[in-house]
């Protein structure tokens, strides 16, 4: 069974910069999609960003498109989501997801069937 720990989350100012981390342990998932979903309070669960289990595709909500880039590390079995221009309605809980085996991507949460416990994101303006 994987575990997912996603790090990096935190305070920052409106048009900052961050890192988040989502490490892997238990299972490795460089044959795995894997997304970044996020939650802000009294809002559903929503779609951020993908890459396929190659790292070839990758696909975002249109609100982050151009300002987040999703990668991935298989020889360290992590994945990235770089968040640059940060902007307030960015703030929430980030998550990241394990996906469909050799899977190209998806924006559609049932197709995930691992969760880490998220990271705050919270952006001041």
């Known amino acids: 069974q994987v575990q997912l720990v996603e790090s990096g989350g935190g305070l920052v100012q409106a048009g900052a910069s961050l890192r988040l981390s989502c490490a892997a342990s238990g299972r490795t998932i460089n044959s795995y999609a894997m997304g970044w979903f996020r939650q802000a309070p009294g809002k559903e669960r929503e779609f951020v960003a993908t890459i396929g289990w190659s790292g070839s595709t990758t696909y975002y909500a249109e609100s982050v498109k151009g300002r987040f880039t999703i990668s991935r590390d298989n020889a360290k079995n992590t994945v990235y989501l770089q968040m640059n221009s940060l902007k307030p309605e960015d703030a929430a809980v980030y998550y990241c997801?394990?996906?469909?085996?050799?899977?190209?991507?998806?924006?559609?949460?049932?197709?995930?069937?691992?969760w880490g416990q998220g990271t705050q994101v919270t952006v001041s303006s």
């Open positions: 997801a394990l996906g469909l085996t050799h899977g190209w991507g998806s924006s559609l949460t049932n197709e995930y069937h691992s």
